[in-house]
């Protein structure tokens, strides 16, 4: 066996490897495992911390999810697991509601499974949605207006949040870039991460989709924690043990 309590930097690389392979590490479970004391990992994980690899937790640490690449990219990325987690969602749409999809590939991807014969008030930050879905006859489908935020494919300004406080969500299918058992679901960028928390303040059901490699995981802004959303939607085979004592729903989609 490796000596890593004398290579303080392959002991780093490995946990580092932990990280992105699992998402998550145990602080107990890496000193047992790497033969060293559980200070000697407190100390290891705040210099990854430092370097922008992973975020400290109570017990251990998650990895940082780093800023995301162009909307443009991240739809093409997974898009069969997507597209079964788009199918699900679009189960609990009820008719005659108001509903607000967040930007998001997702929610793009829903878009083909929302039946056309419900009435529906759909809001949407996101474009790409919005035009998406023009052709629907039933109910109404609103833009918010406001810059647009090439990053996150969607309008983020003051202005966007004006229009969202003087509406009222039945349900909300909120983004996810990651959710934690101890953090909750948390955004790449401030802009976003704050436009979030006033969709959800306005919403009677919060829905989230969440593909594999977002739980566990955590981005640098706090949006809400996991009590404060009903429904997680994720695949077969995605790792929700962390999440076995959260008051939160989890659906698998299939």
Do not use: W
Not at 134 to 157: A, D, F
Not at 170 to 190: K, M, N, R
Not at 229 to 252: C, K, L, P, Q, Y
């Amino acid at each position: 066996m490796a000596d890593y309590d004398a290579f303080p930097e392959q002991r780093l690389a490995l946990i580092q490897q932990m990280l992105t392979d699992t998402g998550r590490v145990i602080g107990v479970d890496l000193a047992q495992k790497l033969g060293v004391s559980e200070h000697t990992i407190r100390r290891d994980l705040q210099e990854l911390a430092r370097r922008g690899i992973c975020k400290k937790v109570y017990g251990g640490a998650v990895s940082q999810i780093k800023q995301s690449a162009l909307f443009e990219v991240r739809a093409a990325q997974n898009t069969v697991e997507k597209s079964t987690l788009a199918r699900r969602c679009a189960q609990f749409i009820a008719a005659d509601s108001c509903i607000f999809l967040d930007a998001g590939s997702t929610y793009l991807a829903m878009v083909e499974f929302i039946p056309a014969d419900l009435t529906l008030t759909i809001v949407t930050n996101s474009p790409q949605i919005a035009t998406a879905l023009s052709s629907r006859s039933n109910g109404e489908v609103i833009l918010l207006g406001g810059k647009i935020n090439p990053l996150t494919g969607s309008t983020l300004s003051a202005d966007t949040v004006k229009q969202i406080q003087g509406m009222i969500f039945d349900q909300t299918f909120i983004g996810v870039c990651g959710l934690d058992p101890q953090a909750g679901l948390s955004a790449v960028y401030y802009e976003d991460a704050c436009f979030k928390k006033e969709v959800l303040s306005q919403s009677s059901e919060v829905i989230a989709a969440a593909t594999a490699d977002k739980m566990p995981q955590v981005a640098r802004y706090k949006v809400a924690s996991c009590e404060d959303i009903d429904i997680v939607v994720v695949n077969a085979g995605t790792n929700i043990a962390d999440f076995s004592h959260v008051n939160m729903r989890i659906e698998i989609a299939e």
